[in-house]
């Protein structure tokens, strides 16, 4: 599975768009991109998963440039709540087993 | 409809007991996998049943085993425990939907295991 790298921690404010990149430069031609949300005590939680060019949802998008070694996770006019961990995984999903190769994650921290 | 419940919530235990972990899945989900989340960490893969079967396993040793029973709810048992195997120890259910499609995992709550 490709490896991931993404920032350690992002701090915001209430309100603003936040962008959480990931890179994986090794990314395969069937692996596709998934975004997990972790809160304190919690379980992760899945956010958005993606390609190619940009998915969106209720939750968040998810753009992914042409040569996909990248990808952007992005929050909406963010609120107190959405203070987590958020992680990138990137593979193949084949076999339907769908082994989940969590990284760090980076800690998002929404201030008032 | 319940999500994925965990039993217990907090287990204390010391170094060379063995600790056996529940786990029920979602409704409608037959494939459970277990994860375990070192603080400050992000989950690592310990294994996954289906059918009653381990399918797949991460770099976990054989004191780690598990269990899959005919409702699909599973047991994770670790033995000899050691101070290292402190962490929440989480169970993700997921609907085994054919060999190329991505079956999104629904993760419990978890279980908090200190070893002291």
């Known amino acids: 599975l490709a490896k991931t790298t993404q920032p350690i921690s992002m701090d915001s404010y209430e309100g603003q768009e936040v962008n959480i990149t990931c890179s994986h430069n090794n990314i395969a031609t069937n692996d596709y991109i998934t975004w997990y949300q972790q809160f304190p005590s919690q379980g992760p939680r899945f956010i958005i998963q993606g390609y190619k060019t940009k998915v969106t949802n209720e939750v968040a998008s998810l753009f992914i440039p042409a040569d996909r070694k990248s990808s952007t996770l992005s929050l909406p006019r963010v609120s107190l709540s959405d203070t987590a961990v958020y992680y990138c995984?990137?593979?193949?999903?084949?076999?339907?087993?769908?082994?989940?190769?969590f990284g760090a994650g980076t800690r998002l921290a929404v201030h008032p | 409809d319940a999500g994925v419940t965990q039993s217990p919530t907090h287990l204390i235990k010391t170094r060379g007991q063995q600790v056996t972990l529940r786990c029920s899945p979602k409704s409608g989900h037959d494939t459970v996998s277990w994860y375990q989340q070192a603080l400050g960490q992000g989950p690592q893969f310990i294994f996954q049943y289906y059918e009653e079967e381990e399918r797949q396993r991460g770099n976990f040793p054989d004191r780690f085993s598990g269990h899959q029973f005919p409702n699909y709810s599973s047991e994770l048992n670790v033995n000899a425990l050691l101070l290292g195997d402190s962490a929440l120890y989480l169970c993700a259910s997921s609907l085994f939907q054919g060999a190329t499609q991505y079956n999104e995992q629904f993760f419990g709550p978890g279980t908090r295991l200190t070893v002291l």
């Open positions: 995984l990137v593979g193949d999903w084949a076999g339907g087993y769908n082994k989940l190769i």
